[in-house]
C-alpha cells in the first residue's frame, strides 16, 4: 500500500474512525483536483484489508463511526465491497455507519437490490462531487460523469436507503460560464434532492491542469464579488424539501449552514449583507486560504 500519502476525509468525518482500505482514486483526472495526483489506484486483498480492520479494531473496540478511505471506495466491485462491509460489522460490535467517497459512475454500476442490501450492513453516507450541473464545464474539467448520470446516482442511492452528501464548486465554471454553471448546478439539485449538500470554492491549486490554465489565461476566475454572487444564486433557485446545507470550508468567503428549506432566506440576507459590506474584492479572487 501506498498509505505514506496525504489522507482526505470530509470535514463531517473528522470524529469517524477512518480505516485506509485502498489507495488513490480510480479516475483521478479532474483538472481541478490535487488530492491524488501522484497516487495509482489500488486496492489491497480482502486478507490484508481483514488484517487491516482487526488492527483497527484492537485500537479502538468501542468505535461507532467509521470512514473507509481513500477516494471513491464506492467503485469496488459489489461482492468486495460487501465483504469489507462484512468484515466491520464482524470486528466492530456498537457499530452505528459506515461512510464513504463515491462518484457517479461507482454508484451506478450497482443495481438497486444491491444497494439496498450495502445498507443493511450500514452502508450509510455516499459523499459524492456533483461539481457542476452544467455539461460543457464537466467535459472541460474532465469529468468522468454526465450530469444526468449523477442526477441518477444520487436518486438510486437514496431511493435504496443510503445518504447522500453532495459537493458542488462555485466559480468552476470562471468567468466565462459562470451564469450556466450556476443555473444548470441549482436544477441539477433540485431533481436530485440531497439530504446533504456543501458548497465549496474552487481554488486552483499548483500542481493541477486547473492551476496552469488560470497561469496561462485560458481559465479566468471570479473575483470574490462574484463568488459570493454566484452562490447567492444558487441558493436563491434551490427549492429543496429537507437538506442540510454547508459551506463552512476553508475555501468559502464566509462559513455559513443551515437547512433547506426554512433557513433559505437567512442565508440569502447574510449573504446580501456581505456583498453590501464594501469588503469584497471586486477586481480579483481575493486572499487565499491559509489551508484547504
Known amino acids: 500500500m501506498q498509505n505514506n500519502h496525504t489522507l ?46 482487526e ?15 481513500d477516494g471513491d471506495v464506492m467503485a469496488l466491485p459489489f461482492g468486495k465491497l460487501k465483504a469489507v462491509l ?33 445498507r443493511t450492513l450500514k452502508l450509510n ?15 472541460t474539467v474532465k469529468k468522468r460523469e454526465t450530469a444526468e448520470e449523477m442526477i441518477e446516482a444520487g436518486r438510486r442511492a437514496q431511493t435504496a436507503g443510503l445518504k447522500m452528501s ?47 490554465e488560470e497561469q496561462s489565461g485560458s481559465f479566468t476566475p471570479l473575483t470574490e464579488y462574484q463568488a459570493v454572487e454566484e452562490l447567492k444564486a444558487m441558493i436563491h433557485g434551490l427549492e429543496l424539501e429537507s437538506t442540510v446545507f454547508r459551506a463552512n470550508h476553508s475555501s468559502n468567503i464566509l462559513p455559513m449552514e443551515g437547512r433547506f428549506p426554512k433557513d433559505k432566506g437567512r442565508l440569502l440576507d447574510e449573504l446580501n449583507a456581505l456583498l453590501a459590506s464594501g469588503t469584497l474584492d471586486i477586481a480579483a479572487p481575493g486572499p487565499p486560504p491559509l489551508s484547504l
Open 8 to 53: 482526505f476525509r470530509p470535514p463531517a468525518e473528522a470524529n469517524s474512525l477512518i480505516i485506509r482500505i485502498a489507495d488513490g482514486c480510480p479516475w483521478n483526472q479532474c483538472t481541478f483536483c490535487g488530492m491524488y495526483k501522484s497516487v495509482d489506484w489500488r486496492f489491497q486483498s480482502l486478507e490484508e484489508t481483514d488484517a487491516l480492520i
Open 55 to 69: 488492527a483497527a479494531w484492537r485500537e479502538h473496540p468501542q468505535a461507532r463511526r467509521i470512514f473507509l478511505a
Open 86 to 118: 462484512d468484515m466491520v460489522n464482524e470486528h466492530f460490535p456498537r457499530l452505528a455507519r459506515v461512510n464513504v467517497y463515491a462518484n457517479g459512475h461507482s454508484i451506478l454500476q450497482k443495481n438497486e437490490a444491491e444497494l439496498r442490501e450495502l
Open 125 to 139: 453516507t455516499l459523499y459524492m462531487g456533483l461539481e457542476s450541473g452544467h455539461e460543457e464545464t464537466l467535459r
Open 166 to 212: 453532495v459537493m458542488v464548486l462555485t466559480g468552476l465554471g470562471g468567468q466565462k460560464n459562470s451564469q450556466l454553471h450556476t443555473t444548470a448546478t441549482t436544477d441539477a439539485l433540485n431533481r436530485m434532492q440531497p439530504r446533504l449538500l456543501s458548497a465549496l470554492r474552487v481554488i486552483p491549486i499548483p500542481g493541477t491542469e486547473l492551476y496552469d
